[in-house]
Each structure stands twice: as C-alpha cells, then as structure tokens.
C-alpha cells in the first residue's frame, strides 16, 4: 500500500516536472523572438521582454502562454486574444472593476482588462510582490505610483488640492519622505489599494464613518480612546455630525500637535472646537450650550488665551484630546467630583472649591445660578456707575467751560506759594508712569487683536513681555501704594496734607455755589481752600480704586494661591471688577483730571504744579485762598 501511493507521488511529481520542463522550453522559445534584445539580433516587429526582469517578476514559474493565450503557435494570429490578469485573480479584480477608482480608469483612460492593473503594477513582465522593494506597489514606491496618474489631471480644480504635494507638507509625509520611515502612513493606508473609492461612497477607507477604524489601524490607542468618547459614542449612533479624526486633525493638511499651522495646535484648538460648538445649527439640533469657545474667551483662561499665552488652559487642557466625555458622566474629566483633580495639573494648590460655580462664564440656561447672578449685577452696576460718573463729570466740566468762554478767559501772573514738595511732585511721576504702563499693557493684554496692541507687542515674545511689563508696573504701583501710606501716617508733611484733603461740609456748599454760578449765572464763583472738592474727589477716588485694583490684581495675579481658597469663579469676578475699574479709572483721569490741569482755561495749555509745585492764580483768588483750578 505504501509502494503504491509512493508510486502515485512519483508520477505526480514527474509530471509537474515535465511540465514546468515544457513551460520553460516554451518560454526559451517564447524568448527567443521577445528576448532577443539581450542577445543581440531582435526581430524588428517583435515587443521585447528584459529576461533578467521577468526572470525576477512573481510571473517567472507561470509561463508566457498562460497569460498570452493563443499565443503558443507561430506564427501568431493576427488578431491578438486580450491579456486578462482577471482568470487568476477573479476577486482583485472583481473589487478593482467594482470600484470607483476602477471605473474612473474605465471611463477616463479607456483601460481594460490587464491594463487596469497596470495602472499600478508597472510593466507587465517586471511584475513583483508587494514586499519586494522592487515593486511599484511596495510601500517604499506607492507615491511615485499614484502621482503618475494623479499628475496628469487638475486634482487642485476638481477636489481644491494636489496630493502628493499636500501630502508632503503633513506630518506623514514629512516622516515618509523627510525621514524615510517607512512605517509612516502613504496613499494606501488611507484610501486603499484595490478598493479605493471615493470619499463619499460608504464603501470607502475615506468615508466618514470609516474613518476611525481607517485611522485606527496605525493608531489604536486613540482609536480605543475615541470609541469610548461622546463623540465615539454618537458616532456609532448614526449622528452623521458626530466629529471623526478629519475633523480636527484635517485630511491632507494633517500637521504634527507641536506644528503652528497645525489644527490641534495649542494656538488653534479654540478655533477647531469652534467649528461644531460655535456652530448654531448644531446647537439648536443638538440642545448644546451657547458657543462654550465665546464664553471661554471671556473668561481668565480665555482672555489670556487671546492676549497671546499659549500656556493658558484652552478646551482640550480640560475635556481632554481622544477621551471627551460630557461633564455629567462620572468619568470625565470636568465631572464636578474631579475638577480638583483636573484643574491641579496646573493649579497644584487647587482645593475643592474649585468645582463651585460655573467652569466658563456663561451658560445655556437662564442665568440662575448665584454666581452668574453676581456676576451680571456686578458687570451691570459699573456699567451704570460709568455712565452716571462720566457723565456727571462731563456735565459738570462743559458747564464750567461753557461759563468761562463767555466771560474770557484768565490767567494770574504771579505764582501762587509752594503747592507741591518735591516729593509729592516724585510720588506723581510714579504714580502717573505706572498708572499709564498699567492701562496700556492691561487693555493690550485685553484686547490683543487690536493695531496698536499688535505692533507693540507682536507674537508669542510680544505676549510674554506685555504680561511681565504689566506686572512689573503693578509692582511698582503697589510700592508707591505702601510708601504713600507710610508717608501719609508716619512723616509731618504726609500727616499735614491728610488733614487738608478729608472732606468737609464747606466743599458740598462750594459744589452748590459754583454751579449755581455757572448755571443760573448769580452770585460769585466760591474761593476754594487748599485743596477744592475737585481735588478731593480725585483723590479719594484714587484711593478707592488703588484698593479694589491691587485686590482683584492680586487675586488673579497669585492664582494658585488663590484657588486654594476661593473657586474659580471668584477668580473670573475679579477679573472682570479689575477690567471695570480700569475702564472707569481712565475715563476719570481722560474727562475730569485731565480737564482741570489741561483744558481748563484758568490754567491752560497745563497746571505746571506736578514740575514746579506751583500754579498760576485763577480769577478771584488772593494770597490765602488759592483757585487750585
């Protein structure tokens, strides 16, 4: 029995043999016309086959007549049988012809049969695998594949790109081709080999609701990630805008997350979150909050965001990349019970305060909540206290004006006695340069977009340096702070001008006189003292607004100490009192300061006291009672 099948396997075996002898005669044969070129004396007529290439091609055991049928009598037929790679690969070929990339061949090359196939695979007789590093279709040679067809048409006009031009410039091809990774993703990865179809049909590596698993082949990390995300989630429902990895990280303008022009950027994730959470389409069908990315901008992480610090939180430093989860699962990221958790990766000193409030300062719901609630009656109160402050102050600065032009205007030729020491004059350079240094840095950091902030402080370096200029300013403003106050309780000078500037009754009845002067036009204007209510009021507005300016500074400037103690909605009031205060301070200083020592016509074109301590005499006044004007 076992003689026997050794006999079978013998004649089995002997005629494989004999026919691959057959077959190789066959070829010589075949060769002997088509590979002549190699041996010197080519029929003219004859197509001519390198031997050392297909005796190197994945076709070299096939023999010439099993692709060119017909073909093994000479001499040939004139009318040559169709080579067709399709009777020994029906299920290539079955998906190229099904294809929307076979039947664009099809249609727009007017290529059939075997010429379809070698759209990709290169000269039919140099045929090798994929693995071999020879081959048109080996990783290392797909891009020079594709770009010799893609070249010949205008894929910029029909789709707004050039692909292998575009494909450089990301961070794949930049791997492939700047480093030669060889694992980095090429054309095939994404798009497919014999499938590839166009992005909208279903069947495509490309379509949307493929893309996670396409993308996910190399990256399955983010890929298990995004599958557990809300994101992920809807997806697999069926939300057909649930965002897939192209929609942040682009298709091919895909940029490495360290890359400026890159759309997972730390620069431009405000804007790539945008897209959807700004869109209001999307809201309204979804129910989502009102442009969460409008309501980071105005926070403190958003405003320093804008003014240029690519520190700042933005979305992802909180909801995460890949694992988004909505704040009311109890595995997010932003879930109140781990916002202490969340926030101490950069606040270190974040207690669990922080969870109280709202996280962006506004929200889709009415404003119910107690700290909104504080926060629009505080923004609502300055708003009012501007308009009714400024505006008083305007009122009362174009009355005495109006009244001064008509009577002419008058200056006193003789100064008055010393109305500035030297120090006090020293204490008003200091407080006048940080007051200014202040102001312009802050609306800068504010409102970075702006010209003249801009061209100030251009960039990242420009942010950085407005923000240290800023708190080197506040520095200095908090040490003439101190020295004043020292000054004004420990020094006889200090102690003396204390005294003359606390308010009395006689400066309500001068505020009565003088607009009755200027507005009814009766009587006399009043002879002030040392210092006038006008004075006055500046100055003990200074104080106020001193305070509440290095309070709110500081409570936001020291952060992560103050996030052990308060939430962070105590931060963002802050914020938005310093911000207020700050618009009503140089409007204070534009309309009545400046009035009173520039525009007003007993002193004008300047009250010279802050240089020389002393005054010209404004009508009326004599020796012991100063104008002050």
Not at 167 to 185: D, E, P, S
Not at 456 to 462: C, E, L, Q
Not at 465 to 488: C, G, K, N, P
Not at 549 to 574: E, Y
């Amino acid at each position: 029995m076992v003689r026997r099948g050794a006999m079978s396997a013998g004649v089995v075996l002997a005629a494989l043999l004999a026919g691959a002898v057959a077959a190789a005669a066959a070829d010589d044969a075949c060769l002997g016309c088509h590979g002549a070129k190699e041996s010197g004396a080519p029929p003219a007529a004859a197509p001519q086959v390198p031997a050392a290439a297909f005796g190197a091609s994945v076709h070299k055991d096939v023999g010439c007549a099993s692709c060119h049928e017909g073909k093994d009598d000479y001499p040939h037929k004139k009318k040559k049988a169709a080579v067709s790679c399709e009777g020994c690969h029906p299920e290539a070929a079955s998906v190229v012809r099904a294809s929307d990339h076979g039947k664009r061949l099809v249609m727009r090359e007017s290529k059939t049969g075997a010429g379809l196939c070698l759209s990709c695979h290169s000269s039919p007789h140099d045929l090798r695998k994929v693995k071999d590093a020879h081959a048109s279709v080996n990783r290392a040679h797909v891009l020079e594949t594709c770009n010799r067809c893609h070249q010949k048409h205008d894929f910029k006009k029909e789709f707004g790109l050039e692909p292998l031009a575009s494909y450089a410039l990301t961070v794949h091809g930049k791997a492939f081709i700047g480093k030669k990774n060889a694992g980095a993703a090429v054309c095939t990865d994404c798009h497919g080999g014999h499938d590839l179809n166009y992005s909208m049909n279903s069947r495509s590596r490309a379509y949307k609701s493929n893309i996670p698993k396409t993308c996910g082949r190399c990256h399955p990390g983010p890929l298990a990630a995004y599958a557990r995300s809300v994101h992920g989630a809807k997806l697999a429902l069926g939300v057909k805008e649930a965002p897939v990895c192209t929609d942040c990280h682009g298709e091919h303008t895909i940029q490495g997350q360290r890359e400026p022009g890159s759309t997972v950027f730390t620069g431009s994730i405000v804007r790539t979150c945008g897209h959807c959470h700004g869109s209001e389409k999307l809201i309204a069908k979804f129910g989502m909050p009102l442009d969460p990315t409008q309501a980071y901008r105005d926070s403190y992480h958003g405003v320093a965001f804008r003014a240029g610090n690519l520190d700042s939180a933005n979305c992802a430093s909180c909801h995460g990349h890949h694992d988004i989860l909505p704040p009311t699962d109890p595995a997010s990221s932003v879930h109140p019970a781990n916002l202490q958790k969340t926030c101490g990766a950069c606040h270190s000193r974040a207690g669990e305060l922080v969870s109280l409030g709202k996280v962006h300062t506004a929200s889709a719901a009415p404003a119910q909540n107690l700290y909104e609630t504080i926060s629009k009656l505080v923004r609502l109160t300055y708003v009012w206290l501007i308009v009714l402050t400024i505006g008083g102050m305007l009122g009362h600065n174009l009355l005495d004006h109006s009244r001064k032009m008509l009577l002419g205007a008058s200056h006193g030729s003789h100064p008055d006695a010393l109305r500035l020491s030297v120090n006090e004059r020293l204490q008003h350079l200091a407080l006048m340069a940080s007051f200014i240094g202040l102001a312009y840095t802050g609306f800068c950091h504010t409102y970075p977009e702006a010209v003249w902030a801009r061209w100030v402080f251009p960039g990242a370096w420009g942010a950085a340096a407005r923000s240290l200029l800023h708190r080197l300013f506040a520095a200095a403003f908090i040490a003439l702070a101190a020295y004043h106050a020292v000054w004004l309780a420990a020094a006889a000078e200090g102690r003396r001008e204390l005294l003359a500037m606390l308010p009395r009754l006689r400066d309500l009845l001068d505020l009565l006189q003088l607009q009755r002067y200027n507005l009814m036009r009766s009587g006399s204007p009043p002879k002030f003292d040392r210092f006038n209510y006008i004075e006055k009021a500046e100055y003990w507005a200074l104080i106020w607004g001193s305070f509440v300016m290095v309070v709110t500074g500081c409570v936001v400037w020291f952060r992560n100490l103050s996030l052990g103690f308060f939430p962070k909605w105590i931060i963002d009031l802050c914020l938005l009192i310093h911000f207020m205060e700050a618009i009503l301070a140089c409007l204070a200083i534009l309309v009545w300061h400046s009035y009173w020592t520039v525009f007003d016509l007993d002193v004008y074109p300047m009250n010279w006291a802050w240089i020389t301590g002393r005054v010209r005499r404004g009508p009326g006044g004599d020796v012991s009672d100063e104008q002050g004007h």
